[in-house]
């Protein structure tokens, strides 16, 4: 008999976890999967597998509470869809079919929250109630959040129901007279202030707090919780950046549109309990990663730094650390990792050297260092990294990522040291690393632009090389060593939504600019070289369009750069006016354009010719704005007017920049001028 394929058997236990077996049916279940145990050890121990639950989740509590039956499933599928099209005539209208919903739902909330299908319900329901409805959820849980917070489904029903019930706490604290709240229903409840359903609910966890760091679906209620207990910002669930959601949660939400309300990505105000309660949780923990005696050995530590690699439970810690500091200034759990020792620790060494060679510990130790007691941070500095800081940078998935965030949280001493180490290899760092570059910028300029001419130097040698040929196009074009134009979206017809290669490429070059004279020039003649058709395309790209409007600086590009590029601009003002992308440009050219009243009037004529285009389009209503188009129509004396007040405004003191001139020896060593201007008599 071959060995069981791992994951056709996690298929097939999903597939009937939710279908009632009985008689001889559910008693060959047992057995084969009884006797599938043996053969699948090595996968089933296996608790860092991405796609499928984690041991910890097998042999977790039942998530199981029957199923529905089919005309009560129909029933629930309605009202979630009804509810997601939102075709309600008034908000009491909408009150009622709720209410009428979480009657219907009594007694089944625990069945419609680990449903697939029903969980979604659930959410819109939490999402839609008002306090009354919402403490009718929350008490239909009780005995049973442990379990549903480690199921796949109800465990991001739950991680909705704790964000609303913390805005409803904040709302009883605040308004005290709104503490006791009665049911106008048939059941006349009378329920306890949300502080006290909370605290009950934790109650209930504590004992299970150590197995939720580790579970994959409960660690992220673990987590909500703390964020909660500790009034820090709750995160969006849908937002790229989140931390309370997984990628595969935030994406599924986009999917089915399942939005946030108002009480997402905020702070709350939570009572003097919630501080308590999160102090003797992590006093607990800190006793369950301990000996009995309270003392620590070699072996606990072992196993809290295996827990800082673990894929599911690092966040756990990350957050644990940043949060402990609240109540507890000695910092037990970082000293459970971490030595107090000013020495080197060999095995303290070997843990280091792991996190930064690691994906899950290097963005472990990323995180501590952002947010640890500055000496602790450089304690680690000076003892593991300050003596290869360019061999860890040259580490692109895990180390690099360490020492950027050194750069941003060490000390001036530190930070400079770094680049003292880093800026001679910088062009090569960038070959794989290009955010690297942004985090070097940003440190040079935090330090008073701290080796600014060396760091110009290394990134010209990496995108702007010397030419010693006669031909242009031998990589001196910046656009195509930073951007990549040739092989990007640039131009395509199929409506290719840009990268995110070529979003990280467009902002590093916009950094670029921002930060020397010298990047803006090389720029602008890049772009100047390019084929009109070429350029224009850049104007209407979602990204590169960002990169066009950060050379539009008036008083950073002189007066013959600034005629070259507007006499390109101004041939489509109408088409960029009507673009998403394109009108953004436009906007900004009314500054441009100060002091070259020519080429505002030449603007301000193509768009008055297309009014009837422009005023149809969205974009171009919003550019007619800006340009004060109404007043160029009705009152163009006034227009002009304003125009001349704005370029006082931008030029109050002095003239437009200008360019350069250039002058040459002539045949008696006196210099003379050679561009085509007349010498004036």
Not at 67 to 72: A, I, N, R, S
Not at 154 to 165: A, D, F, K, N, P
């Amino acid at each position: 008999m071959g060995k069981t394929r791992g994951r056709r058997l996690q298929k097939k236990q999903k597939e009937t976890e939710f279908q009632p077996a009985t008689g001889k049916d559910q008693e060959s279940y047992s057995d084969g999967n009884s006797a599938t145990a043996d053969n699948n050890d090595d996968y089933s121990n296996n608790q860092y597998n991405e796609d499928e639950p984690s041991n910890s989740n097998r042999n977790g509590p039942n998530t199981f509470f029957g199923v529905l039956d089919t005309q009560e499933l129909e029933y629930f599928k309605q009202a979630e869809s009804t509810i997601a099209i939102d075709t309600f005539e008034n908000e009491e209208e909408k009150n009622i079919f709720i209410n009428s919903v979480i009657e219907e739902s009594r007694g089944k909330e625990l069945k419609l929250a680990t449903s697939q299908i029903c969980s979604k319900l659930m959410e819109r329901l939490i999402l839609e109630s008002d306090g009354i409805q919402l403490k009718k959820i929350f008490k239909s849980f009780d005995g049973f959040f442990y379990n549903i917070s480690c199921q796949k489904y109800s465990s991001h029903v739950l991680e909705t129901l704790l964000v609303r019930s913390t805005a409803l706490v904040e709302k009883e604290l605040l308004t005290p007279s709104f503490e006791i709240e009665q049911d106008t229903g048939a059941d006349q409840a009378v329920f306890a202030p949300m502080e006290s359903m909370f605290l009950f609910m934790l109650n209930e966890l504590k004992p299970k707090m150590k197995e939720m760091i580790s579970h994959q679906y409960a660690s992220h209620v673990f987590r909500l919780i703390v964020l909660i207990l500790s009034s820090k910002k709750l995160p969006s669930s849908t937002m790229a950046n989140s931390t309370l959601r997984s990628k595969k949660s935030k994406i599924a939400r986009k999917m089915i549109d399942l939005k946030d309300n108002d009480d997402f990505n905020k702070t709350y105000q939570t009572p003097d309990s919630f501080k308590l309660e999160l102090k003797e949780i992590f006093q607990k923990l800190y006793f369950d990663f301990t000996s009995k005696d309270n003392s620590v050995t070699s072996t606990n530590i072992t196993k809290f730094r295996e827990l800082c690699v673990d894929k599911i439970a690092s966040p756990v810690i990350q957050l644990i650390i940043q949060t402990e500091g609240i109540f507890d200034r000695d910092r037990k759990f970082w000293f459970l990792i971490f030595s107090k020792s000013p020495e080197k620790d060999p095995k303290e060494e070997s843990f280091t050297e792991y996190l930064l060679s690691d994906a899950v510990g290097s963005h472990f130790l990323q995180n501590c260092i952002s947010f640890t007691k500055p000496k602790y941070a450089t304690r680690l500095y000076n003892l593991y990294m300050k003596d290869r800081v360019v061999k860890l940078s040259k580490r692109d998935t895990t180390g690099a990522y360490v020492i950027q965030s050194c750069l941003q949280n060490l000390g001036d001493s530190q930070v400079k040291e770094i680049l003292g180490q880093i800026v001679p290899e910088l062009s090569i760092i960038l070959n794989s690393n290009i955010d690297f570059g942004i985090e070097v910028i940003n440190a040079s300029v935090k330090e008073g632009d701290f080796m600014k001419p060396e760091i110009v130097s290394q990134l010209i040698k990496k995108y702007y090389p010397s030419n010693n040929n006669k031909d242009e196009d031998n990589g001196n074009n910046i656009l195509e060593s930073c951007l990549l134009l040739n092989s990007s979206t640039l131009g395509n017809t199929k409506d290719d939504w840009p990268t995110a290669e070529e979003r990280r490429r467009s902002i590093f070059l916009e950094k670029l600019i921002d930060y020397d004279d010298t990047f803006l020039n090389i720029t602008i003649e890049s772009m100047l070289k390019l084929p009109k058709e070429r350029f224009l395309q850049m104007c209407y790209h979602g990204v590169f369009s960002h990169v066009v409007e950060s050379i539009l600086q008036v008083k950073r590009v002189d007066t013959l750069k600034r005629k070259l590029l507007l006499n390109i601009l101004c041939t489509d003002i109408v088409g960029l006016s009507c673009n998403a992308y394109g009108s953004h440009i436009v906007d900004k050219l009314w500054e441009f354009t100060s002091k070259l009243t020519l080429y505002k009037e030449r603007i301000a004529k193509s768009l008055d010719e297309e009014s009837p285009k422009i005023k149809n389009s969205g974009y171009g209503k919003k550019v007619w704005k800006n340009w004060n188009m109404e007043t160029y129509v009705r009152k163009n004396w006034d227009w002009k007017r304003i125009i001349r007040e704005h370029d006082l405004e931008v030029f109050p003191d002095s003239k437009p920049l200008q360019p350069k001139r250039k002058f040459s020896k002539d045949v008696n060593g006196d210099s003379k001028r050679t561009d085509n201007k007349r010498r004036r008599k």
